[in-house]
């Protein structure tokens, strides 16, 4: 099979110096209770695989890069941005273990001295080594545990630092919200950046520190073996033949029939890790829904249902954990079986120099003890195979998270894929929305050529019928959906607020909750109760320091409240309510609309809803139909009548084939199949 390939893709280098600033510019401090904060580097080069690769060959190519795209972000740890004291953990990890090494052989010289005293029986020798032994032993441990607290040290740390790195590269600029409109292998972040970064970080350690053991073990107790061992004369057919360092061969030999075994019995150990992975975040995801949706499940009665699907994800973990078993036995009976065989091994092979006299029982156990060093640093993948089967499975899984973030960082950088540009307004506007098309990841156009000029304290109506796109267009104007052509203007130094249908509720204490996303002591307790008495929850705030599952405890409705009574609080400059009020009756709808105009009468409000009775508390009203290509801007007419003329820049583009010219006011003649009312000009 020929050499899987990838081809980076050519990037000019004002392109790279302006990414660069953007991303300096863009980046902000994440405030993290670890106690290191990973700084975000710029994602790599675009990377594509070779077109000449065969599909399997393609896959192979991309599960090494997602190696290699893992290293690039986690080696930074130990790089100019990373933590200050990674180098002086490591080198102290790495003097420990040498020095630990020298106390393992100094164990094995006193093991051959304490048989050969006991064989010669020498007692005052053996009292004087058994007196020897307890300081090495003391040594050996006091530097194991420290070897153990470096380790240990250098996961957490690592951990603390990729992991904030990562979330803050996920967090920036909405990426977190822009994944679930993008494809790409990036299903389930909270499970991968929680668990599989860990074993991502804590298994290298242990490979790396695992590695060095071996290598210096084996260095050091191959010579003891092929000093004690000598050679080994076997008469053969009237021959003789002699094999020196004998022992050194057997273990040798013995390691790589173990370790081949190891290799070819647990070859799919690295895809069933990724499969079981996938299918426990899976499940993880299945109850966690479950929890979240509570309250409409258990209303439904869709119990059954749940059940159902959960048991059949639930029977998907279970069959990937039956398979990895299968694989965890087979591995399991040659490790079992070389534990068994190798201090037994090197005793037998040196019984025939012993029984004619020319091998002291000392320098028979010191070479058992020294074959099981050695057997042990070269059977190091028997051990581990499993572990490290693991790890690439979860750094794989990180770093197609990483990739998917990579993705979307270049969107942002690039020119390619059409951005919509944000901007400030001119004059005294307070939200302008200049030439805007509003497109998918893939170019289809959602919302296409609108332009509207919204002034301070006008309240308008986004109108259309479903699937129209208007809460497409709301979210780009709250910045969450990035992908299109134009601009969105805003008001310099003006703040915006936006309501979803369905608020956030944070855990902790419901005077958290009132006040998110500012801090609960950003407000007097006074303030946060006279909000909630504003929007009628004045019954909670007997229970406003209570910390209880409010996402769970609090209706739709009530849940819709409390984020009116967040407006209050924050006092923005604009408001984007996107069905902000659906979960309300009428009246309930009539009340709170009036609260907000009569308390924050000089809010800019952009609403988007479907009942009509909202008309009324709106000045003004734009509506959106859906047609082929994106929908369109068909009308923009004032509710409210008022002096003046209003400085407005309205487009109406085709309809059916009638095109309004610029200089013609809008009439019912140039829209025949539309009843609206005039508009003013």
């Known amino acids: ?57 393609a896959e192979q190519a991309r599960k090494r890069y997602l190696l290699k795209r893992f290293w690039i972000s986690a080696r930074g740890y130990w790089g100019s941005i990373g933590d200050r004291l990674a180098w002086p953990c490591t080198i102290g990890l790495l003097v420990l273990i040498v020095t630990n090494v020298g106390f393992q052989y100094g164990i094995n010289v006193w093991n051959r001295a304490i048989f050969d005293a006991i064989e010669q029986r020498n007692a005052h020798t053996v009292y004087r080594l058994s007196a020897v032994f307890v300081p090495l032993v003391l040594g050996s441990t006091s530097l194991v545990v420290a070897q153990v607290f470096f ?99 057997t273990a040798v030999i013995y390691a790589a029939i173990t370790s081949t075994s190891m290799a070819v019995i647990g070859r799919h150990f690295v895809h069933l890790s990724e499969e079981k992975n ?24 869709g119990e059954e249902e749940e059940r159902s699907g959960m048991d059949k994800t639930f029977a998907h973990v279970l069959r990937q954990w039956a398979l990895l078993a299968g694989q965890h036995m087979r591995t399991a009976l040659v490790s079992q079986g070389s534990s068994l065989f190798a201090p037994v091994v090197p005793v037998l092979l040196c019984a025939p120099k012993f029984l004619e006299g020319s091998m002291t029982l000392g320098q028979v156990m010191q070479a058992a003890s020294a074959f099981a060093i050695v ?22 899984r990180i770093a197609s998270l990483m990739m998917s973030l990579d993705g979307l960082e270049r969107a942002e950088q690039s020119n390619t894929l059409g951005r919509i540009k944000r901007g400030e307004t001119e004059g005294d506007a307070m939200l302008g929305l200049n030439n805007l098309s509003v497109s998918l990841d893939d170019g289809t156009a959602v919302v296409k050529e609108t332009e509207v000029v ?60 009132v006040a998110y996303p500012g801090a609960a002591d950003n407000w007097t307790l006074k303030k946060i109760k006279a909000a909630l008495d504003k929007v009628g929850l004045d019954y909670l705030n007997a229970k406003i320091e209570e910390d209880a599952p409010w996402d ?57 809803a479907h009942r009509a009775e909202l008309e009324t508390f709106h000045s003004r009203k734009i509506t959106l139909e859906r047609r082929e290509g994106g929908a369109k801007l068909v009308s923009d007419i004032d509710l409210v009548p008022r002096k003046g003329r209003r400085n407005l820049l309205v487009r109406l583009l085709r309809h059916r084939g009638a095109q309004p010219k610029a200089s013609t006011p809008l009439s019912k003649a140039a829209l025949p199949q539309t009843k609206l009312p005039q508009t003013k000009k």
């Open 278 to 301: 996938q299918a426990e975040a899976e499940f993880r995801y299945t109850l966690t829904r479950v929890r979240e949706n509570g309250e409409s499940i258990a209303l439904l009665g």
């Open 151 to 249: 380790r240990m040290t250098i996961q957490r740390r690592w951990r603390s630092w990729l992991t904030t790195a990562v979330i803050a590269r996920w967090l920036a600029s909405g990426r977190y919200y822009q994944l679930n409109l993008v494809g790409g292998d990036h299903s389930n972040p909270e499970a991968r950046i929680a668990e599989d970064l860990r074993i991502a970080t804590e298994s290298p350690v242990d490979f790396i520190a695992g590695v060095i053991v071996a290598f210096l073990s084996a260095s050091t107790f191959i010579v003891v073996l092929w000093t004690i061992g000598g050679a080994l004369t076997l008469p053969i057919a009237g021959s003789t033949v002699t094999i020196p360092g004998f022992l050194v061969v």
């Open 552 to 608: 769970q405890t609090l209706s739709g409705g009530e849940k819709q409240r409390l984020a009116f009574a967040r407006l209050l609080l924050h006092s923005p400059d604009i408001i984007v309510l996107d069905e902000a009020t659906s979960a309300l009756d009428e009246k309930s709808q009539d009340k709170m609309m009036e609260m907000i105009i009569r308390e924050l009468p000089k809010v800019t409000i952009i609403s988007v």
């Open 1 to 57: 099979m020929p050499e899987a390939r990838f081809k980076p893709k050519s990037v000019d280098a004002a392109q790279l110096r302006d990414a660069e600033e953007s991303r300096h510019e863009k980046q902000s401090t994440v405030e993290a209770a670890s106690e290191v904060v990973g700084e975000a580097a710029p994602p790599p080069d675009f990377i594509e695989p070779d077109p000449e690769l065969t599909p399997e060959e």
């Open 454 to 513: 919204i002034k301070p304290a006008e309240r308008v109506l986004v109108a259309g019928e479903s699937g129209s796109g208007k809460s497409t267009l709301v979210r780009a104007v709250a910045g969450l959906w990035p992908w299109g052509s134009g601009s969105i203007n805003i008001h310099a130094d003006r703040r915006l607020f936006m309501l979803p249908q369905r608020p956030y509720i944070p855990t902790g204490t419901l005077r958290r909750a």
């Open 375 to 396: 057997q042990g640093a070269f059977g190091w993948l028997v051990d581990n195979y499993p572990r490290l089967a693991d790890w690439n499975a979860c750094a794989r």
